[in-house]
């Protein structure tokens, strides 16, 4: 009997890659002006943080990392995770930036039933329709308490 077929072959290929893909952080918090909130910076890459400035990011699983910049910057820890979700970089990206103004009515659907000290609960509110502030009020409670000494 012959090897694998190329097809298997190629499907095999294709899970690995997406097994080493490099996950994607957004920046929570900076001591330093120059890197915004809401910053998406690829894990591995290097930020210009100064001398003593910190930076706090967070992954797609809600981890939080605070580092410390130094003369040549800080560079971003590396994760082996499973392909980064650009749907849950959206949902980051929508928790850390500047509310909007409000323009419609209260949304039909209520808020979901779920745990908001969790990061799974807070990212599933942020989801809902007319739930983005509720959501935001308890990842800036998430946040804090991972930047507790």
């Known amino acids: 009997m012959r090897g ?9 290929a294709l899970g690995v890659a997406g097994v080493a893909q490099a996950s994607e952080f957004v920046v929570v918090a900076s001591t330093d ?20 400035k910190t930076v706090m990011v967070i992954d797609t699983s809600g981890q939080i990392t605070r580092l410390t910049g130094g003369a040549g910057g800080v560079t971003l820890p590396r994760r082996q995770l499973s ?6 970089v959206a949902v980051l990206k929508m928790l850390v930036a500047q ?43 998430y946040v804090a308490r991972a930047s507790a000494p």
């Open 4 to 12: 694998p077929t190329p097809i298997l072959a190629m499907i095999f």
């Open 99 to 141: 509310p909007r103004l409000k323009r419609s009515g209260p949304s039909a659907k209520p808020c979901p039933e779920v745990d908001l000290t969790a990061f799974e609960g807070i990212v599933t509110t942020a989801q809902v329709d007319g739930c983005l502030t509720r959501a935001r009020a308890a990842f800036e409670a």
């Open 33 to 52: 002006p120059a890197i915004a909130r809401g910053r998406s910076v690829a894990a591995g890459a290097t930020l210009p943080l100064g001398v003593g």
């Open 83 to 88: 392909a980064a979700n650009s749907d849950r």
